[in-house]
T-cell receptor, first 111, second 114 residues
Framework: DAKTTQPTSMDCAEGRAANLPCNHSTISGNEYVYWYRQIHSQGPQYIIHGLKNNETNEMASLIITEDRKSSTLILPHATLRDTAVYYCIVGQNNAGNMLTFGGGTRLMVKP | DTGVSQDPRHKITKRGQNVTFRCDPISEHNRLYWYRQTLGQGPEFLTYFQNEAQLEKSRLLSDRFSAERPKGSFSTLEIQRTEQGDSAMYLC????????????FGPGTRLTVT
């Protein structure tokens, strides 16, 4: 699976958009980009995934560059409850998909 | 709550003892995964089941670790002869299959080996 690079930490003001970047320059053509987050003392939570088109759901938007070498997770109106570690993961979307978590980005939403 | 559940939530054991953790996946999910997470790190994949078949177990950390899913529903993870280095959070996840591969995680079992 391709490796990802994320900033170690970021701050965001409550109510503002949080934009979390991820680099995955070695991604291959059949690999998807997944985002999960982990709130303190809880298990990871699936947020969104995509292949090459931008995706949006009730939690977030995922913007993938045309060359697919990087992506951005956007939380449009961050709340204090969005404070968590956000993991960008690249992998094949198939049975037995073992998620390879890196260090993630620790997002702190501040009032 | 119909999410993934894990039992116990916390376990303290002495070095050398055996421990067993249980995971109950979301009922219609036929895939079940185990991960381990040490402090400050992301989760690390251990093993995976599709129904009752264990299809990937090469990432289990040693032969002291074993997992079962006897009837394709709940799963157990056993660690024999625990060591202090086994102290970690053990996470279970499940996914639906049939082209839907997002994994849904339980709250984890925190193991402390003294």
């Amino acid at each position: 699976d391709a490796k990802t690079t994320q900033p170690t930490s970021m701050d965001c003001a409550e109510g503002r958009a949080a934009n979390l970047p991820c680099n995955h320059s070695t991604i291959s053509g059949n690999e998807y980009v997944y985002w999960y987050r982990q709130i303190h003392s809880q298990g990871p939570q699936y947020i969104i995934h995509g292949l090459k088109n931008n995706e949006t759901n009730e939690m977030a938007s995922l913007i993938i560059t045309e060359d697919r070498k990087s992506s951005t997770l956007i939380l449009p109106h961050a709340t204090l409850r969005d404070t968590a570690v956000y993991y960008c993961i690249v992998g094949q979307n198939n049975a037995g998909n073992m998620l390879t978590f890196g260090g993630g980005t620790r997002l702190m939403v501040k009032p | 709550d119909t999410g993934v559940s894990q039992d116990p939530r916390h376990k303290i054991t002495k070095r050398g003892q055996n421990v067993t953790f249980r995971c109950d996946p979301i009922s219609e999910h036929n895939r079940l995964y185990w991960y381990r997470q040490t402090l400050g790190q992301g989760p690390e994949f251990l093993t995976y089941f599709q129904n009752e078949a264990q299809l990937e177990k090469s990432r289990l950390l040693s032969d002291r670790f074993s997992a079962e899913r006897p009837k394709g529903s709940f799963s157990t993870l056993e660690i024999q002869r625990t060591e202090q280095g086994d102290s970690a959070m053990y996470l279970c996840a499940s996914s639906l299959g049939g082209g839907v591969y997002e994994q849904y995680f339980g709250p984890g079992t925190r193991l402390t080996v003294t």
